[in-house]
């Protein structure tokens, strides 16, 4: 029960940090082309 708990925080997490990397690499890029 605690092996199968832990391993879905994890994958919470990978996709949680996943989501806000993407969101923060977006809003670099569009920053990054509103520059040109």
Do not use: K
Request: net charge negative.
């Amino acid at each position: 029960m605690d092996e199968s708990n832990r391993a879905g925080y994890g994958i919470f997490a990978v996709s949680l940090l996943a989501f806000g990397i993407l969101i923060f690499t977006d809003r670099w890029l569009i920053e990054l082309i509103d520059q040109f």
